[in-house]
């Protein structure tokens, strides 16, 4: 089993229908296991500003799918949850973004891990290290917590809901 963190966020519609229906389909169809949630925290857009404010959360969890089978599988869910192709970086009603995947880097036409501006983003890096500070990021041999502490965004990340209350409304 692979340690691996997913983002999932959402901007359209019911944004937190839609995270909560994500993390229930990737315990429910065992793409994750021994899940673990951030806080729920809304955020600032980055790139196009002029659109709705975001709930982001980040799940640890493990799983026994390759880079690109876990890649599939959250693209199928996007599908399955309803997700409209948008102008990239606008608006969408979900997405989940593999982030990392232990400690391995992968790249392909299809998916790059780790994520190549997870570094660059505070509403990442602020739910990442809700529930993996430690965990290391490939590329630079540093921590997610000192990735935070590094990360030039200044863009907004409010807490918004606890990662216990999501869980539970989960379940």
């Known amino acids: 089993m692979i340690p691996v963190l997913i983002g999932v966020g959402s901007n359209l519609g019911n944004r937190f229908y839609f995270l909560r229906r994500a993390t229930a389909a990737l315990v429910q ?10 806080a729920v925290y809304e955020t600032e857009p980055v790139g196009f500003r002029s659109q709705p404010l975001f709930l982001n959360l ?12 876990l890649f599939q599988q959250l693209q199928r869910l996007e599908r399955q949850i309803e997700r409209q192709r948008h102008q990239h ?10 982030l990392l995947y232990g400690e391995h880097q992968y790249a392909s036409a299809q998916v790059q891990v780790p994520h190549p501006r997870m570094h660059h983003r505070r509403f990442v890096l602020q739910p990442a ?43």
């Open 129 to 171: 290290a809700d529930v993996a500070p430690a965990m290391i990021h490939p590329s630079f041999g540093v921590s997610i917590q000192d990735l935070l502490r590094r990360c030039p965004d200044t863009a907004m990340v409010r807490r918004w809901l606890s990662a216990t209350a999501f869980l539970t409304l989960v379940s």
């Open 58 to 69: 980040v799940l640890f969890g493990y799983t026994a799918l390759s880079v690109l089978s």
């Open 89 to 98: 970086g606008r608006e969408r009603e979900i997405d989940l973004d593999l």
């Open 29 to 38: 169809e065992k793409i994750l296991f021994d899940i673990r949630s951030s």
